[in-house]
Nanobody, 124 residues
Framework: VQLQASGGGLVQAGGSLRLSCAASGFSFDDYAIAWFRQAPGKEREGLSSISGSFGSTYYVDSVKGRFTISRSNAKNTVYLQMNSLKPEDTAVYYC??????????????????WGQGTLVTVSS
């Protein structure tokens, strides 16, 4: 099982980035995928999740209306489109996969497989 997160970088406040999470080694359609982030000195935070086959989505309040999660089961890839970025969005962003998690606030304990993280830096 492998998850590869990419797309991070440096962006000015108000800008946009699209993160990608490429998956391999498991039945992608059967897994919920979530995005988490961890800022320096802070705990890992679940941001958004998307179910397997139906593509139901969930966002925490801090990103609702700014971030959009989507998936291409044909490409085994999940995306996180991030708009209106703020300096407080600066963090390492991780994608994770779970066979059992239901769509809702992502909890780290529910996710079995993790990508390596990609750094997003938002300058003011």
């Amino acid at each position: 099982v492998q998850l590869q997160a990419s797309g991070g970088g440096l962006v000015q406040a108000g800008g946009s980035l699209r993160l990608s999470c490429a998956a391999s080694g498991f039945s992608f359609d059967d897994y919920a995928i979530a995005w988490f982030r961890q800022a320096p000195g802070k705990e890992r935070e679940g941001l958004s999740s998307i179910s397997g086959s139906f593509g139901s989505t969930y966002y925490v309040d801090s990103v609702k209306g700014r971030f959009t999660i989507s998936r291409s089961n044909a490409k085994n890839t999940v995306y996180l489109q991030m708009n209106s970025l703020k300096p407080e969005d600066t963090a390492v962003y991780y994608c994770a996969a779970s066979y059992h998690a239901v769509v809702g606030t992502p909890l780290s304990i529910e996710y079995d497989h993790w990508g390596q993280g990609t750094l997003v830096t938002v300058s003011s």
